[in-house]
């Protein structure tokens, strides 16, 4: 694990903890050579081809006649490439790509619970979103071409009414940088933006997610309707003739009101909730099975000589004795806490590391790598991230 008071050429030099400190939800950052020599990580034929698929979230966003239009992926044709002020957008390109993966874990000085994904924005010239804000904290890399981004910390957040995506109805340039390829500047929540691109371009967005409370208390509720027990039925043996037919019984009220409130849930129930949603996989996320798996007894003697790691697509977290990972919860003892804190640290365990795993957790493994959810490593690693 990384120290977090040292260095870091990705925060200009600043360590987490100052960038922390001075930044973070605060005010922009400009990180010239944030990755000195940075090259694109996906070859654009590769992210169109990903654009194109069903599993994947995509968007094409077009300015053509000054005039927003914006469709949703799967895109199977785009525009013609001479064709100026247009760009797609493809979300979540870690979940298939490992490069994109560890680039996005270059992150982790903030912790996982945080970290969304990494989109990648390809435009033509004149391309981009508009200016817009984000609800959440970005880092945009510079990652081919040139872009010109225009940023302001006007407070009027004011849209244009009826437009296909958020545009800003007053954006009041601030600042201005030409961000090259390795250079990437960071964006707190709120802070107005517009990105063009200057020619040919790709831009990596790594976004960070805050869900509202609205969002997350209307899945306590569905949470907590799933585990409700409330034996019986309103009965009413002692019901009088009605003068009234149309109003409700105060006793009526009373009886079941008394019942609904002992519908009540714990600090626990919802800590296990926060976990269980933290790490609940997006809508299109699919989990793919190995193709030909190994039974249980042969996948164990594999993980004990080569490792096993989590899949891409694989949120695991963990909060007291409870491990949290792709939307389920496992309450664990100090031993399994161990093992599975490692794993979701690290996001893999070497043989060694997986020597000390007890049998419940090489059980829950091997149901893991049916599901896709881990994998076995090619071979033995002692390397720690
Ligand atoms: C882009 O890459 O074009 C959009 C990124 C953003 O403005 O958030
Ligand atoms: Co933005």
Request: net charge negative; charged share 25%.
């Amino acid at each position: 694990m990384k120290k977090n008071n040292q260095a870091l050429t990705l925060l200009a030099g600043l360590s987490a903890e100052q960038f922390f400190a001075e930044y973070w939800q605060k005010k922009p950052l400009l990180i010239r050579q944030a990755i000195p020599n940075f090259k694109p990580l996906l070859s654009i034929e590769a992210l169109f081809a990903l654009a194109s698929r069903d599993d994947v979230e995509s968007r094409l966003i077009t300015y053509f006649k000054q005039h927003w239009e914006m469709k949703n992926g799967p895109l199977k044709t785009l525009p013609q490439k001479e064709k100026k002020d247009w760009t797609m957008l493809v979300q979540g390109v870690n979940l298939h790509d490992p490069a994109a993966d560890a680039l996005l874990r270059e992150f982790r000085f903030a912790p996982d619970a945080r970290l969304d994904d990494l989109m990648i924005s390809y435009a033509r010239e004149g391309g981009g979103v508009g200016p817009h804000f984000d609800s959440y904290d970005v880092f945009l890399l510079q990652a081919h071409g040139q872009r010109r981004w225009q940023i302001s910390a006007q407070t009027d957040l004011s849209l244009i009414e009826g437009m296909p995506l958020k545009i800003l109805s007053n954006f009041q340039c601030e600042q201005e940088f030409i961000l090259e390829p390795g250079d990437m500047l960071y964006l707190p929540p709120h802070y107005a933006h517009d990105g063009v691109a200057l020619g040919e371009c790709m831009t990596y967005s790594i976004g960070f997610r805050s869900p509202s409370y609205q969002e997350m208390g209307e899945s306590l509720m569905q949470f907590m309707a799933d585990s409700i027990e409330l034996p019986g039925r309103y009965a009413d043996p002692d019901l009088k003739a009605s003068k009234h037919p149309a109003e409700i019984s105060a006793q009526m009220m009373d009886t079941i009101a008394d019942e609904l409130e002992k519908i009540t849930f714990s600090r626990e129930d919802i800590e296990i909730f926060i976990g269980e949603y933290l790490t609940e996989p997006k809508a299109s996320v699919f989990f793919e099975a190995p193709k030909r798996a190994l039974v249980p007894e042969q996948f164990i003697e594999k993980a004990l000589s080569n490792g096993v790691r989590l899949s891409l697509k694989t949120q695991m977290l963990y909060q007291g004795k409870h491990v949290f990972i792709n939307g389920e919860s496992f309450t664990v003892g100090k031993r399994d806490k161990t093992s599975l804190g490692l794993l979701a640290n690290q996001r893999s365990l070497n043989a060694q590391e997986l020597s000390e795993a007890s049998d419940d957790v090489l059980e829950a493994f091997c149901i893991w790598y049916e599901d896709g959810w881990l994998e076995l490593m090619k071979k033995s690693s002692t390397a720690k991230k």
